[in-house]
């Protein structure tokens, strides 16, 4: 459970909305219902904007009630739908989108999103004056002020079973499997998948691959006679990047395989752990608005929840840092 920050009411709100953008994240359910049903506890009617900002542009925007969210807390996805909308990067979109929001009489808005969700919440707010409270949404966990982001743990867990089932063949055929995993520039997802499946070795985004940077396996391979490897990829920006490592393994005398889990780590029901985060920041951002925020992020870090400014997700908190104890960690386990 998380520790929450002593907040007193200080506004009052008639209307406001929710949307999800970006990826959709397992988790953003349990938040959705979160902010619905904090909101109706609180007396304040709360409409779900469809398709991310797309929604807020057209106008797809809906009533929502205690019983719109009734059975959604296990569903992955998103009930709202999501959208990787590029207009809303202009700024005469934004305001389009903000003239649609107070015609209907709402007014504050919780986003739930990655970073790029939130740069683009963090302008709406700025620019219109409307309070917006964001909560990380993303697999890729690649928001440095908060500790965790919700669907991070799901798509973890995802990926680990998929990667189980790889060691099984991968085992029996004595073979070397190169295992790529999503995070876009991030390698949250790789590195905890690699500590928790056992990886002989993880690639990271920022790591360099010489061409004796697989020599170890060859070595060791032949030392214990034990011919399966498990290599996992992060996704990085080079689409070619796993395919080019095979070649080098090839070129080594290895028969390397490779399975890219891609967007199975998206979808699925959520963690418990992902279902208490979401529903634990969903309930917070209505408190965050109602005490008076209106430029922040639900983060939470050692365990709390805080109230993050919108201009600040990109700060990492040295306790949070990530990469140096995956370092260290891999260094004695290998
Ligand atoms: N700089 C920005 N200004 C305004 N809006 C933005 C900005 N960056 C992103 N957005 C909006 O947020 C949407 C989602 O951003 P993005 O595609 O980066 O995904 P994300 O929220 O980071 O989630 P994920 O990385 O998990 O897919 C964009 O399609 C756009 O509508
Ligand atoms: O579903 P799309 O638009 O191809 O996006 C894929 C990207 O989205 C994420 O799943 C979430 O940001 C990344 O890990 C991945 O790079
Ligand atoms: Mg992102």
């Not at 009052?12 to 990826?23: D, E, H, K, N």
């Not at 005490?291 to 993050?308: D, E, K, N, P, Q």
Request: glycine share 12%.
């Amino acid at each position: 459970m998380y520790a929450v920050p002593e907040l007193k009411p200080c506004h009052s709100f008639s209307r406001i909305a929710v949307l999800t953008s970006g990826g959709d994240a397992p988790g953003m359910n349990a938040a959705v219902r979160a902010v619905v049903r904090t909101a109706i506890a609180r007396g304040i009617d709360c409409f779900g904007v469809h398709r991310g900002y797309s929604g807020l542009v057209d106008g797809d925007i809906r009533p929502m009630t205690s019983r719109s969210v009734k059975n959604i807390i296990q569903r992955g996805g998103t009930i709202l739908k999501s959208d990787r909308c590029l207009e809303f990067k202009e700024q005469a979109i934004r305001w389009q989108a903000y003239e649609t929001l107070t015609e209907m009489g709402i007014e504050a808005l919780v986003v739930i999103g990655g970073d790029g969700s939130l740069a683009g919440a963090r302008l709406f707010a700025k620019e219109t004056g409307m309070p917006v409270i964001g909560l990380p949404g993303t697999i890729d966990n690649d928001i440095p002020a908060s500790d965790d982001t919700i669907g991070f743990d799901t798509a973890v867990n995802t990926a680990l079973d998929a990667i189980d089932r790889i060691r099984d063949t991968a085992d029996s055929h004595g073979r070397v499997f190169l295992v790529e995993v999503m995070g876009r520039n991030s390698g949250h997802i790789a590195s905890e998948v690699g500590i928790a499946g056992g990886a002989d070795f993880v690639v990271l985004p920022e790591t360099e691959v010489r061409s004796d940077t697989f020599q170890e396996l060859s070595t060791e391979r032949t030392r214990f006679e034990e011919k399966s490897a498990l290599i996992i990829v992060a996704e990085g920006e080079n689409e070619q990047r796993i395919h080019q490592i095979a070649g080098d393994l090839k070129q080594q005398g290895h028969e390397p395989r490779i399975c890219i889990l891609g967007h199975t780590q998206r979808g699925g029901s959520p963690t418990g752990h992902d279902r208490v985060l979401a529903s634990g920041m969903g309930a917070i951002a209505v408190e965050f608005l109602l005490a008076g925020y209106g430029c922040h992020m639900v983060g939470v870090r050692s365990g709390a929840f805080f109230a993050c400014p919108l201009d600040e997700i990109h700060l990492a908190h040295p306790e949070s840092a990530a990469e140096q104890s995956f370092d260290s960690l891999w260094r004695l386990l290998k």
